[in-house]
């Protein structure tokens, strides 16, 4: 594993910056996602993932590291390097800023999901996880059973390559 938390935290946003994009197009590809999208539901679709993976990749940092002070500062540098990244590639501040508060309320809405556990464990925290992406990616109203349960599982699997990144990483 990096020692120097900063240094991990920059190595995970790089990955996150390979890997998510890559998962939104399987996500895309699946057929779980309404196949008659315009452009603004499909930049809908990446605002949402983003946020979704970018959730997954604090709880792999948690995961491999525990829940301290090195990696309350890993969680930092990976949040410095991702914001910096979209703050380069925004339009104008007023996206900037409305990127980093999507960001902020899905982390509170994400976090409250994990906080509240479950009988089942974590499958059922993964599918709530799911549930909670997929209402925010599409209209509340549609019926998103399977992306729910494929959105969760992805993010499931985020969480656990980017853990496993930050181990092996040196």
Do not use: K
Request: hydrophobic share 45%.
């Amino acid at each position: 594993m990096i020692q120097d938390p900063a240094r991990r935290g920059r190595s995970l946003a790089a990955f996150y910056d390979a890997v998510s994009p890559r998962l939104l197009r399987d996500l895309e590809e699946s057929g779980a996602l309404p196949a008659e999208a315009d452009a603004a539901a499909r930049e809908r679709w990446r605002t949402e993932w983003e946020c979704f993976a970018l959730y997954a990749c604090v709880r792999g940092l948690v995961a491999a590291g525990g829940f301290n002070r090195e990696t309350g500062a890993a969680i930092d540098a990976l949040h410095e390097a991702v914001l910096a990244s979209w703050r380069e590639r925004a339009a104008s501040p007023e996206e900037f800023r409305i990127r980093s508060e999507r960001v902020s309320e899905r982390y509170a809405e994400y976090g409250a999901i994990g906080q509240e556990g479950g009988a089942s464990g974590a499958a059922s925290v993964t599918l709530r996880l799911g549930e909670s992406a997929a209402r925010h990616m599409i209209d509340p109203d549609t019926p998103a059973d399977s992306l729910a349960e494929l959105a969760g599982a992805l993010h499931e699997t985020l969480a656990e390559g980017a853990a496993e990144a930050v181990r092996l990483a040196e």
